[in-house]
């Protein structure tokens, strides 16, 4: 495993440090208000572990799982709700928890998802985002890490489902994926 990592990109400080800071922001943004934070299964798991501690507002947590990668690198673009919420967000403050916004494809086929259930409203957090990869504009309110145009693992972040567990953000070397 050691060598398909080509380096790492964000250590566990990093992220930990980050998450504190988006924490700190929406404790203040969304006083006294009822949350629910959405994360997108898979990869958001760790944000959302981690992100929910760091938070002082209580919140509730439910999880959607879509996929639009497959076994590749690749966004395909077609988004599939391989399960949707438990929950009922019409007049909710929804915030969705992602691991990272890549095409963009993924997340403006969720918010328009989400927000025809009429949430009271619908914000994003992400820990990381390629800004050289987007192909739709979205606006996001919490972005943790602005990061180059390569492919990312750990953290949640998969190739062909390995390496979510990593403690950190590294990216991989092409030989693994045939770059
Ligand atoms: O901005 P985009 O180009 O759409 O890419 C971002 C999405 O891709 C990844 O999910 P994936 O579909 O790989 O599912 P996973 O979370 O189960 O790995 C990631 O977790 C985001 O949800
Ligand atoms: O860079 C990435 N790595 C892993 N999964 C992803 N999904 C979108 N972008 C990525
Ligand atoms: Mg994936």
Redesign the pocket.
């Known amino acids: 495993m050691g060598t398909d990592l080509e380096k790492v990109l964000l250590s566990k400080e990093e992220i930990d440090a980050k998450l504190a800071e988006l924490a700190a922001e929406i404790d203040r943004d969304y006083q006294g208000k009822d949350l629910l934070i959405v994360g ?5 798991v760790m944000v959302m572990a981690d992100l929910a501690r760091a938070l002082s507002t209580p919140v509730t947590m439910d999880w959607m ?6 076994a590749g690198t ?2 395909s ?1 077609v ?1 599939r709700i391989l399960k949707d919420l438990d929950t009922d967000i019409a007049g909710r403050d929804v915030l969705i928890v ?13 918010l328009s998802n989400l927000s025809s259930r009429g949430p009271a409203s619908l914000q994003v957090c992400t820990l990381l985002r ?1 800004p050289e ?3 739709v504009a979205i606006d996001v309110k919490y972005v943790g890490y602005d990061i180059p145009n390569e492919f990312v693992v750990g953290y ?3 190739y062909a ?1 390995k390496y ?1 567990n990593l403690p950190f953000v590294g990216t991989l070397a092409p030989h693994v994926y045939g770059g």
């Open positions: 997108v299964l898979k990869g958001a799982a879509v996929s639009s990668y497959g690749k966004s673009g988004v992602e691991d990272i916004i890549d095409s963009g494809l993924t997340l403006s086929w969720l390629k990869a987007a192909k949640g972040l998969d489902e979510r």
